[in-house]
């Protein structure tokens, strides 16, 4: 199946630095990729559709000046937490469709732990 | 509102069947889909229901009812490797995916 990578897979940082992380599509071209973040024992929460060449869709409440998003390419999506404070911390995850299949299956990056101190 | 519901946790025994289920009450429908996912790791795909009926694939079905906003997630002969939580998550008339809480699934021996 199609695989989607995400890096990296862990990362931690001091308070007030920005951390970068990537998702790429492997195989397959991703017009539009989804960012989500999760909570301990809480569900996946949608943050933001990247759209290859367009201007990132937010969802409301999440701070576009905050969680910089580009999708330069139509493999690549990043995710720019700019000046990360301890409450940022949590697992971020990508997701991409293919486009072509009858199901809107989406595939999901391996997700990356931040941890601001 | 859009509202996903699924149990917060079930417990069940190695060998054994559990089912999972999810009710939902959003604005237009155009898929429900279950995913597992274990702890620290990125949900993967299970199933994916747009017509009323079941769908088998393996040791795990899935139920779907339109008319009822209702889905249910089977899992037959239980493995210790399927202890995880179980999302439900459904495609609304906008294509975007409301997801549940996720159902944590304990496995004993």
């Known amino acids: 199946g199609a695989v989607v990578s995400q890096h990296p897979s862990w990362v931690i940082c001091k308070s007030g630095t920005s951390v970068k992380i990537e998702c790429r599509s492997l195989?397959?071209?991703?017009?539009?990729m989804f960012w989500y973040r999760q909570f301990p024992k809480q569900s996946l929460m949608l943050m933001a559709t990247?759209?290859?060449?367009?201007?990132?869709?937010?969802e409301q409440g999440v701070e576009k000046d905050k969680f910089l998003i580009n999708h330069a390419s139509l493999t690549l999506s990043t995710l720019t937490v700019t000046s990360a404070h301890p409450e940022d911390s949590s697992f971020y995850i990508c997701?991409?469709?293919?486009?072509?299949?009858?199901?809107?299956?989406?595939?999901f990056g391996e997700g990356s732990r931040l941890t601001v101190l | 509102g859009q509202n996903i519901d699924q149990p917060t946790e079930m417990t069940a025994t190695e060998g054994a069947i559990v089912q999972i289920n999810c009710t939902y009450q959003?604005?237009?429908?155009?898929?429900l889909f279950w995913y597992q996912q274990h702890a620290g790791e990125a949900p993967t795909f299970l199933s994916y229901?747009?017509l009323d009926g079941l769908e088998e694939k393996g040791r795990f079905s899935s139920f779907l009812s339109r008319s009822k906003g209702y889905s249910y997630l089977l899992l037959k002969e239980l493995q210790m490797k399927d202890s995880a939580s179980y999302l439900c998550?459904?495609?609304?008339?906008?294509?975007?995916?409301?997801w549940g809480a996720g159902t944590k699934l304990i496995i004993k021996p």
């Open positions: 997701s991409a469709s293919t486009g072509t299949s009858d199901t809107g299956e989406l595939f």
């Open positions: 195989d397959f071209q991703a017009t539009t």
């Open positions: 990247s759209n290859e060449g367009s201007k990132a869709t937010y």
């Open positions: 959003t604005s237009g429908f155009n898929g």
């Open positions: 229901n747009v």
């Open positions: 998550a459904v495609m609304d008339s906008n294509y975007q995916l409301i």
